[in-house]
């Protein structure tokens, strides 16, 4: 591994290369927060693939594209006369100092080792040591984004929530609660009301994301599981119906259903 001084020798290559291209490359110079915005969420799912598929390599070039856009609108900013990476920088590592009182004195200097609360304890009481902070969110709730993908937002809001101690004392009891929601929308799809079925709807999903966190699994990557499953299993009855010089819509359920467990027993 690199040695302190050569990661900070690194980092400073990438601030001298992204000085360059904002200076000398016409589509770099172009760029602005709002045309970059689209590509950063793109590398935020690359490096996101990685991390499930357990790819280090990936993982390690995903952080750097990762990088090289915190840097890129750092220097967007700078140019504005606005804030400019160092003053990212302080802005983390004073939050950070804050939030864990545990491991850093008031001055910031590392404490000396002693009882320290589990990380139970600390994950607890994360959101209301959050609220004390200057400048911080004004709700507990106000620091998720709109645009977040709706998995992910329902789970930081309940883990938001545990945070200020508003959680089930026992996960097992989390089932009554997805039982009564599945009961729900059986009932709002009998009167066959729109509107009523997608509330309930989200309702279940939100109680079914809510008995995944409690049980230690992450309902984002166990559903992109089952949909890479899916696929798998959907290639692999499309395959055996070109063979056969079928189509798909020309099969009964039956039969596609035979195929679907023939790959189903193969592991895929």
């Known amino acids: 591994m690199h040695s302190k001084e050569q990661k900070t020798e690194a980092f400073g290559r990438l601030l001298d290369l992204m000085d360059a291209l904002r200076e000398r490359c016409p589509w770099n110079a172009e760029q602005t927060m709002e045309s970059i915005r ?50 990212c920088i302080d802005k983390v590592y004073g939050k950070m100092i804050f939030r864990h009182p545990h491991v850093f004195g008031p001055d910031g200097a590392v404490l000396e080792a002693g009882d320290a609360p589990s990380a139970k304890e600390i994950a607890d009481t994360w959101e209301l040591v959050k609220a004390r902070e200057k400048d911080g969110n004004r709700t ?106 079928r189509k798909l819509t020309d099969m009964t359920l039956a039969e596609m259903d035979a195929i679907w467990d023939e790959g189903k027993a193969a592991g895929l």
């Open 38 to 87: 689209p590509m950063t969420e793109e590398e935020v799912y690359e490096l996101s693939d990685a991390v499930l598929r357990k790819d280090s390599g990936d993982i390690c070039k995903e952080i750097g594209d990762m990088l090289y856009h915190l840097v890129f609108y750092a220097r967007i900013a700078q140019e504005q006369g606005k804030f400019d990476i160092t003053d």
């Open 140 to 245: 507990v709730m106000s620091g998720i984004p709109d645009s977040m993908p709706a998995i992910l937002k329902a789970l930081s809001m309940q883990e938001k929530a545990r945070g200020c101690g508003f959680d089930w004392e026992k996960k097992e009891d989390v089932w009554d609660k997805v039982d009564e929601e599945l009961g729900e929308v059986k009932e709002a799809c009998s009167e066959n009301d729109p509107s009523h079925m997608e509330e309930e709807f989200g309702d279940l999903l939100f109680a079914a994301i809510n008995a995944a966190r409690l049980y230690g699994v992450d309902p984002e990557a166990a559903l992109s599981s089952t949909c890479r499953k899916f696929r798998r299993r959907f290639t692999y009855l499309e395959e055996k119906t070109i063979r056969k010089g």
